[in-house]
Structures are given as structure tokens and as C-alpha cells.
């Protein structure tokens, strides 16, 4: 699994000389998505939500909530992801993270809620 630098071009683009374009997040949440088995807690993946403050992929406007794909790596300190759709994140605050079980992610998704919200609303059912 190869890390780039925030100037080097993806080994994907090489021939075009194309660097990674990214998306900035503020209010930025590592969501861990689990599912409870009688072994005890597997995580299926971990996904970014947080708010849209730039852009350079033309996808989002400015405020736009994002759920992204799985992360499938990071570095700074977590605070640049690469995900497994080929998105690159940078959160310009300090990255929270939130566990969440499958239902509870279907919800946030289906809902937009923050990641945070469904944690309140768990403990007040």
C-alpha cells in the first residue's frame, strides 16, 4: 500500500502526469462500522462524514455533507485519507472518531445525520 505526498502524481497516472485532486472536510468523523456476531464485534470498514469547505474535484458545494467510501489508508496523523473509490479527504480540523453498528450506519446514510446524533439518539431509546 503506497502513500503519496501531497505533490507526487498517483502511479495510476503517471502517463498523463495527473495529481490527486482532493476534497477539504471540516467537522471530520472516522466512523467505524461493526456488526456484532456471537464471537463478538467484527468491523466492516471505516468511513469519513464530515462537511464539505473545498473542493477540487467538482463533486460538492461548499457545506455539502460527505460519506465517503472505505478508507483504505491514511496518513499525517489522520488527517489525510485515500479511499477505496480513489477519493483523497483532507480534514482541515482535528479528526473524531465515532463506532457505529450496521444499522445505526444505514440510518446516518439514509438520514444524513451526524454521526454523533445516532450516538445520542442509542442512548436515549
Given amino acids: 500500500m503506497n502513500i503519496f505526498a501531497n505533490t507526487e502524481i498517483h502511479p495510476d497516472f503517471q502517463e498523463h502526469k495527473i495529481?490527486?485532486?482532493?476534497?477539504y472536510l471540516r467537522s471530520t468523523i472516522v466512523?467505524?462500522?461493526?456488526?456484532?456476531v456471537e464471537e463478538?464485534?467484527?468491523e466492516i470498514a471505516q468511513i469519513l462524514?464530515?462537511?464539505v469547505v473545498g473542493d477540487e474535484t467538482g463533486r460538492f458545494e461548499h457545506e455539502d455533507v460527505v460519506i465517503s467510501s472505505p478508507i483504505q489508508y491514511t496518513k499525517d496523523c489522520n488527517t489525510r485519507f485515500f479511499t477505496k473509490s480513489g477519493s483523497y479527504y483532507v480534514s482541515v480540523e482535528e479528526v473524531d472518531y465515532v463506532t457505529l453498528t450496521l444499522p445505526e450506519w444505514i440510518t446516518m446514510c439514509n438520514t444524513l445525520m451526524n454521526p454523533q446524533d445516532?450516538?445520542?439518539y442509542r442512548y436515549l431509546q
Fill in 40 to 42: 463478538g464485534d467484527i
Fill in 49 to 51: 462524514h464530515g462537511f
Fill in 118 to 120: 445516532i450516538i445520542c
Fill in 31 to 36: 466512523v467505524s462500522i461493526i456488526e456484532s
Fill in 19 to 23: 495529481e490527486r485532486i482532493k476534497t
